[in-house]
């Protein structure tokens, strides 16, 4: 069975200002760095392979259409 059946459970502090409950949910922007920072050599690792292929794509496009 999945789990897609069971509620999702929200914990809600109605004496908390909004300003705490944002502080506690931190953005996805945020998340992603803070992976970045812990798997570096993964994401370093992506990175190369995603600029080598960029380049690889470029540099063959420019041969076929010189």
């Known amino acids: 069975m999945s789990n897609s059946s069971l509620p999702e459970q929200t914990v809600s502090h109605p004496t908390q200002s909004p300003s705490t ?3 506690l949910r931190p953005s996805y922007v945020k998340l992603a760095m803070r992976n970045m920072v812990r798997k570096r050599a993964t994401s370093l690792q992506h990175f190369v392979l995603t ?3 960029l380049l ?4 063959g496009l420019a ?3 010189r």
């Not at 690889?56 to 540099?59: D, E």
């Open 63 to 65: 041969y076929l259409t």
């Open 56 to 59: 690889a794509v470029l540099v």
């Open 51 to 53: 600029t080598v292929g």
């Open 21 to 23: 409950t944002t502080e």
